[in-house]
Nanobody
C-alpha cells in the first residue's frame, strides 16, 4: 500500500502564494506519476498537474500553467505543489494522488482521477479577495 499525506494548506490573500506538500510512505512506486487535483464545493474534481517521478517531466492544464509548479524531493519522498498568483477561484480542497504506472494508455500523462490509484485526504486552500 501507498500512503499520501498532504500539508501546507491554509488561508491566503489573492495574489499570494502557498506551497503544498505530499509525503509518500509505504510501498513507494518509483515508476509512477504523482498528480495534484482540487475540488471546490459543488464542483467536479479538477486536475491541476502531475509529475513523472523518474523523469521529472511535468504537465499542467491551461488553468494553472505558469502559476503552479510541481516538484519532488527523492530523499524525502515528497511531492510539492507551488502555487503563485492565487485567486479566489483557486479555493478548494487539494489532493495529491499516485498512479501505479507512469503513463496512461497511449503514453499520455494521466489527467483523469480514475487513472490514479492512491489518494491523500486533502488539504484546504482558501484564497480571500
Amino acid at each position: 500500500q501507498v500512503q499520501l499525506v498532504e500539508s501546507g494548506g491554509g488561508l491566503v490573500q489573492a495574489g499570494g502564494s502557498l506551497r503544498l506538500s505530499c509525503a509518500v510512505s509505504g510501498r513507494f512506486l518509483s515508476r509512477a506519476a504523482m498528480g495534484w487535483f482540487r475540488q471546490a464545493p459543488g464542483k467536479e474534481r479538477e486536475f491541476v498537474g502531475a509529475i513523472i517521478w523518474s523523469t521529472l517531466r511535468t504537465y499542467y492544464p491551461d488553468s494553472v500553467k505558469g502559476r503552479f509548479t510541481i516538484s519532488r524531493d527523492s530523499a524525502k519522498i515528497t511531492v510539492y505543489l507551488q502555487m503563485n498568483s492565487l485567486t479566489p477561484e483557486d479555493t478548494a480542497v487539494y489532493h495529491c494522488a499516485a498512479t501505479s504506472s507512469e503513463y496512461a494508455p497511449g503514453g499520455r500523462f494521466p489527467t483523469n482521477s480514475n487513472e490514479y490509484k492512491y489518494w491523500g485526504q486533502g488539504t484546504q486552500v482558501t484564497v480571500s479577495s
